[in-house]
């Protein structure tokens, strides 16, 4: 069985650098910046490793659906698709920016609990480890780096590859 990741795109994949100051790589149809080279380096590296199921549960998801997240993908050389975006509870449930992570963390644990999925982690910049336990969740508390912060693409590892 493939293990699911559900990925947040700011801060993890594009790091403060593409989205504060690098407007010279925007992308002017789909109005969004580059990814960090090296941190698709990292990620492309966990998806050869682990051939995961890639679940979208950044903000990206409100803006564009999963057809135009994939051709983004691409144009970042990103070497897999995403399946799905969770569903947005922004404004449903949650209103206030005090329960960002709040939101993302139930928005994912949904996902999780309607689709049964038992093999699966989180990454995200966001800290949503009190409500996901840390068997299941890694932050890339470092904007300016994301994913390819020293230790995280070992701890990505680690999680998927001993559940």
Same mark, same amino acid.
């Given at each position: 069985?493939?293990?699911?990741?559900?990925?947040?795109?700011?801060?993890?994949?594009?790091?403060?650098?593409?989205?504060?100051?690098?407007?010279?790589?925007?992308?002017?149809?789909?109005?969004?910046?580059?990814?960090? =080279?090296?941190?698709?380096?990292?990620?492309?590296?966990?998806?050869?490793?682990? %051939?995961?199921?890639?679940?979208?549960?950044?903000?990206?998801?409100?803006?564009?659906?999963?057809?135009?997240?994939?051709?983004?993908?691409?144009?970042?050389?990103?070497?897999?698709?995403?399946?799905?975006?969770?569903?947005?509870?922004?404004?449903?449930?949650?209103?206030?920016?005090?329960?960002?992570?709040?939101?993302?963390?139930? =928005?994912?644990?949904?996902?999780?609990?309607?689709?049964?999925?038992?093999?699966?982690?989180?990454?995200?910049?966001?800290?949503?480890?009190?409500?996901?336990?840390? =068997?299941?969740?890694?932050?890339?508390?470092?904007?300016?780096?994301?994913?390819?912060?020293?230790?995280?693409?070992?701890?990505?590892?680690?999680?998927?590859? %001993? =559940?």
């Amino acid at each position: 069985m493939r293990p699911t990741i559900f990925l947040d795109i700011d801060g993890v994949l594009a790091t403060t650098h593409q989205y504060y100051t690098n407007r010279k790589k925007w992308h002017e149809m789909y109005d969004c910046y580059r990814f960090d =080279e090296k941190c698709v380096k990292v990620f492309n590296d966990i998806i050869e490793k682990t %051939n995961p199921v890639i679940i979208l549960s950044s903000d990206w998801g409100k803006k564009y659906s999963i057809e135009v997240m994939n051709e983004i993908f691409k144009w970042n050389s990103v070497n897999t698709v995403v399946t799905d975006i969770t569903t947005d509870l922004w404004g449903v449930k949650f209103k206030s920016a005090s329960q960002l992570e709040d939101c993302r963390a139930d =928005e994912i644990l949904k996902y999780v609990h309607e689709h049964d999925i038992k093999h699966w982690i989180a990454i995200d910049d966001l800290n949503l480890s009190p409500w996901i336990s840390e =068997e299941h969740f890694v932050q890339t508390p470092r904007a300016n780096e994301g994913i390819k912060q020293s230790g995280v693409k070992n701890k990505i590892l680690k999680l998927i590859q %001993n =559940e």
